[in-house]
């Protein structure tokens, strides 16, 4: 699957996209991820790309030539599954999305910063808006972020086991049940019993209880659904 972000702080995605998974990602060849430096589509000496918002108000907006420019010489590239906006007000990031937009193979996404971009790319460029949640961030670089981690993870070959993407939170509509691992005792702190008798299939339905449960008291909206 090909990446390709447009940011004004290509350095902020140096952390999340250069260690563990998706690092070994890249590495297979199973996750291309391509920045682009926005600045490098502004004209001018002083290569602008925000400006002061039309009617007044607080903040600047990301200007519209930069960003039109910078797409659509990506879009003569290839074709775009998805040009994707991250955006507070956009549709809120879950498990089923990540697993849809992880069958794509190209996407474009957008970040935005200051008060954000000017609407006309919206509407004009835009096909999907995402937000991480229902709060606001300093830019979507962070957003990008998160939304590229929960898709590489998905893709085949990336984790070791096969399955062990399936066997996470929400890809059954319901949260994990609690795991342990060494020592049994821990101060008096046993491990459950039921996890050390080697019965498969007790085991399997004792999982399967603990995550009815957790989903009940944590996500029960999930059970609804
Ligand atoms: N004025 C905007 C917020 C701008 S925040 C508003 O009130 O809606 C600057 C940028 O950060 C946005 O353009 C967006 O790209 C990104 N951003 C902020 N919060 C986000 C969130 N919850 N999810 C995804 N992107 C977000």
């Known amino acids: 699957?090909?990446?390709?972000?447009?940011?004004?702080?290509?350095?902020?995605?140096?952390?999340?996209?250069s260690h563990s998974i998706i690092k070994r990602a890249k590495e297979k060849g199973l996750a291309e991820i391509h920045l682009h430096q926005l600045r490098d589509f502004a004209a001018g000496r002083h290569r602008k790309v925000d400006d002061y918002p039309f009617s007044g108000g607080a903040g600047m907006v990301m200007m519209i030539e930069p960003l039109a420019r910078c797409l659509e010489s990506l879009q003569k590239e290839r074709e775009y599954d998805e040009v994707i906006y991250t955006s507070?007000?956009?549709?809120?990031?879950?498990?089923?999305?990540?697993?849809?937009?992880?069958?794509?193979?190209?996407?474009?996404?957008l970040c935005g910063h200051y008060k954000g971009i000017d609407e006309r790319i919206r509407e004009h460029f835009i096909t999907r808006e995402i937000s991480i949640g229902n709060y606001v961030l300093s830019g979507g670089e962070l957003a990008a972020s998160v939304i590229v981690d929960s898709l590489v993870?998905?893709?085949?070959?990336?984790?070791?086991?096969?399955?062990?993407?399936?066997?996470?939170?929400?890809?059954?509509?319901?949260?994990?049940?609690?795991?342990?691992?060494?020592?049994?005792?821990?101060?008096?702190?046993?491990?459950?019993?039921?996890?050390?008798?080697?019965?498969?299939?007790?085991?399997?339905?004792?999982?399967?209880?603990?995550?009815?449960?957790?989903?009940?008291?944590?996500?029960?909206?999930?059970?609804?659904?």
Do not use: C, H
């Open 88 to 109: 507070p007000d956009g549709e809120l990031l879950d498990q089923p999305l990540a697993n849809q937009l992880s069958l794509y193979k190209n996407i474009i996404i």
């Open 153 to 225: 993870r998905l893709l085949p070959g990336v984790l070791g086991n096969e399955s062990s993407a399936l066997s996470d939170s929400f890809q059954d509509g319901l949260v994990s049940p609690p795991v342990y691992t060494r020592p049994r005792t821990f101060r008096g702190w046993e491990v459950p019993a039921i996890l050390l008798s080697g019965d498969e299939k007790r085991i399997a339905q004792w999982k399967n209880e603990q995550a009815i449960q957790r989903t009940r008291q944590r996500r029960p909206g999930l059970l609804d659904e």
């Open 1 to 17: 699957m090909r990446f390709d972000i447009i940011t004004l702080f290509p350095e902020m995605f140096a952390g999340p996209f």
